[in-house]
């Protein structure tokens, strides 16, 4: 079993940034793929950026490339996403996500095992 705790949401302006962190217990953090994913009011869950155990292999969803980026520091247990130029349509609860290290980055929700309880960003106009 692996406990995720997301930090780092809240309420920003458009052009702004924030940092999510999320901090994994209970298993072999190196073990695992991390993935970050978002969920807006009457939408499904949708892939934001995903990293592989070892940092060496990321994944960006378009409309995050090049504001986003996904990083872990395997000695804390934590992986983070940066996330400037945000937007009004970056509004959404964030969550983190585990899955055992396989032959590929697993990219959809479906790929991930273990999941966080969100944290809320909101992105004001």
């Known amino acids: 079993q692996v406990q995720l705790v997301e930090s780092g949401g809240g309420l920003v302006q458009a052009g702004g940034s924030l940092r999510l962190s999320c901090a994994a217990s209970?298993?072999?953090?190196?073990?695992?793929?991390m993935g970050w994913f978002r969920q807006a009011p009457a939408k499904e869950r949708e892939s934001v950026a995903a990293?592989?155990?070892?940092?060496?292999?990321?994944y960006y969803a378009d409309s995050v490339r090049g504001r986003f980026t996904i990083s872990r520091d395997n000695a804390k247990n934590t992986v983070y996403l940066q996330m400037n130029s945000l937007k009004p349509e970056d509004t959404a609860v964030y969550y983190c996500?585990?899955?055992?290290?396989?032959?590929?980055?697993?990219?959809?929700?479906?790929?991930?095992?273990?999941w966080g309880q969100g944290t809320q960003v909101t992105v004001s106009s």
């Open positions: 996500a585990a899955a055992p290290t396989r032959l590929g980055l697993g990219v959809g929700p479906n790929a991930y095992d273990y």
């Open positions: 209970g298993r072999t953090f190196s073990n695992y793929d």
């Open positions: 990293i592989r155990w070892s940092g060496g292999m990321t």
